[in-house]
């Protein structure tokens, strides 16, 4: 019997070693490129709020006068093409006793900011809708700059987009000098939030959330927010693993959590790993100062290092969440946890 040739059977060989080199790296590049693109969504949103937050922010910073010199500019007049008057004209309008000062009576329209929310179990969307109604028309004498001020509509109190228009819709996380800077939804529908970006579409992002336990009016004096860590990308809480690095820390201490509420700004005090058997770090409140404190302290005790940085009693805490396979498997987790400023 003759033996296969040496070379056809190392060139075999070498196919097979290629093919399965390429069943695993094309399915990594597919999933790389989909979670960047997904990502990039979340990056449109996020330039979207801070445009808006920015275009807000310069109509606050105009002096009044020029934005009532903006909202009260009067139109050009148009006259009509004078005509030479007649003989019995020109007479007739010397005795005439000079005509009163010049009025407009035009309508006045009042614009009213009206808000609405729409209930729906499959989309589940936040609507703001402003209405408009004329008045009936003006019979007393008034300038016709006052008439042009009051028909200057109200500014919008909420930006839309995408993201904001979610009824879960909650807050916007963002850790300055990081790629940390995504919407946060308040939800139970822990298993859709997961696999859903918050526009809706399907992806192994998900989408930042805080169980409904964590009040953000109030607030809670714990709020939660869980996120994916997924390997090798940079998105959504993967970055937070660096903070194992006292270094890291150093240079991002800021949490900054713009909520439908108002804005709160927090300093991290403490980083560390755990297990889900081992306690339950997204509790919101708690029956005494004792038990908060109590809760604290566990944390700064098993922390990666010592911020140095103090918490009382009637402090408000923020606690981010992701997976740690290198500590526990599935069951490890990481802990940053903040303190309000």
Known sequence: M????????????FLLFVAGVAMIVIPMISQQQEISA??????????????????????????????????????????????????????????????????????????????ESAQDDETEEF??????????PAQTKKPLQENAAATTPKPSAKPQNAATDNKDYVAWLTIPGTVINYPVVRSDRTDY????????????????????????ETPSQNIAIYGHHLSNSTAMFSTLLQYKNESYWK??????????????TYRIFAVLNHTVSDWDASTASFKDDNAFLKFVNRARKKAFYDTGIEVSETDHIITLITCDRSFGGVQGRLLVMGVEQ
Do not use: C, W
């Open 2 to 13: 003759r033996l296969p040739n040496n070379r056809f059977f190392l060139f075999l060989l």
């Open 38 to 115: 997904d990502d990039n969504i979340y990056a449109l949103l996020a330039e979207e709020i801070r445009a808006q937050a920015a275009e807000t922010q310069e109509t606050k910073d105009l002096p009044e006068d020029s934005q009532q010199e903006e909202t009260e500019s009067e139109p050009e007049a148009t006259e009509p093409p004078t005509e030479e008057p007649s003989e019995t004209e020109a007479i007739t309008a010397e005795d005439e006793e000079p005509a009163d000062e010049f009025y407009v009576v035009e309508p006045v329209h009042a614009a009213e900011i009206t808000e």
């Open 127 to 136: 609507e703001e809708q402003s209405t408009s109604e004329p008045m009936q």
């Open 193 to 216: 939030y997961l696999h859903h970006l918050i526009t809706g579409q399907q992806s192994k992002l998900g989408t930042l959330f805080s169980l409904t336990t964590s009040d953000y």
């Open 251 to 264: 240079s991002h201490q800021t949490i900054q959590l713009n909520t439908i509420y108002g804005k709160r």
